[in-house]
């Protein structure tokens, strides 16, 4: 079975940065795109960045766009997600998701449970 | 990119069909044919439940359809049972190559 694990979470000031991990397993990580999406605490999904199954191509929210940098090492089956010039409103449960197929990035077919980041003076 | 509209809440009785809506604009939904549907219970990652506009996952009730008209696309769900009452989110490819949802619905099933 699939399986999403993310990590790197904590409360953080405001203007920080973080990393957040996603540990991918049970699946041939290096053949599907990946995604980050965010939930904020009683709110709806919102998605935050992709990558390609080799990292060639990514693509951002406007919202975390040129703040946020989306990255993977195959290596390690593992998703990253640098996030520098932390905001009061990027607070959130932040996601990794597995893209469906390769003809199919923009469906996200797993989901991790997320990791809570928290910006917060 | 502004999030695609959903209506906030929608209920039925048990056995009813429902419908749910999400409007976008000829930027993300009626530009391309590339909108899922998510279904995601209380403290539970999202599950994928329509792609394609109309395809089902492989183990998804086929109680689930989805469709699109312009700049709108529908979910609905027939022969609603209790085990469906949970929050729906909208997803559509965008121009910009990027990925919007909705901003949820919340299913009551009576």
């Known amino acids: 079975q699939v399986q999403l694990v993310e990590s790197g979470g904590g409360v953080v000031q405001p203007g920080r940065s973080l990393r957040l991990s996603c540990a991918a397993s049970?699946?041939?990580?290096?053949?599907?795109?990946m995604h980050w999406v965010r939930q904020a605490p009683g709110r709806g999904l919102e998605w935050v960045a992709v990558?390609?199954?080799?990292?060639?191509?990514?693509n951002y929210a406007d919202s975390v766009k040129g703040r946020f940098t989306i990255s993977r090492d195959n290596s390690k089956s593992t998703l990253y997600l640098q996030m520098n010039g932390l905001r009061a409103d990027d607070t959130a449960v932040y996601c990794c998701?597995?893209?469906?197929?390769?003809?199919?990035?923009?469906?996200?077919?797993?989901w991790g449970r997320g990791t809570l980041v928290t910006v917060s003076s | 990119q502004s999030a695609l509209t959903q209506p906030a809440s929608v209920s039925g009785s048990p056995g009813q069909s429902i419908t749910i809506s999400c409007t976008g604009t000829?930027?993300?939904?009626?530009?391309?044919?590339?909108v899922s549907w998510y279904q995601q219970h209380p403290g539970k990652a999202p599950k994928l439940m329509i792609y394609?506009?109309?395809n089902r996952p492989s183990g998804v009730s086929d109680r689930f359809s989805g469709s699109k008209s312009g700049n709108t696309a529908s979910l609905t769900i027939s022969g609603l049972q209790a085990e469906d009452e949970s929050d729906y989110y909208c997803?559509?490819?965008?121009?910009?190559?990027?990925?919007?949802f909705g901003g949820g619905t919340k299913l009551t099933v009576l």
């Open positions: 997803n559509s490819y965008t121009y910009s190559g990027t990925l919007v």
């Open positions: 049970e699946f041939m990580f290096s053949s599907y795109a």
């Open positions: 000829s930027s993300d939904i009626g530009g391309y044919n590339y």
């Open positions: 394609d506009v109309s």
């Open positions: 998701a597995k893209g469906l197929g390769t003809g199919s990035w923009y469906y996200l077919d797993y």
């Open positions: 990558i390609s199954y080799d990292g060639s191509y990514e």
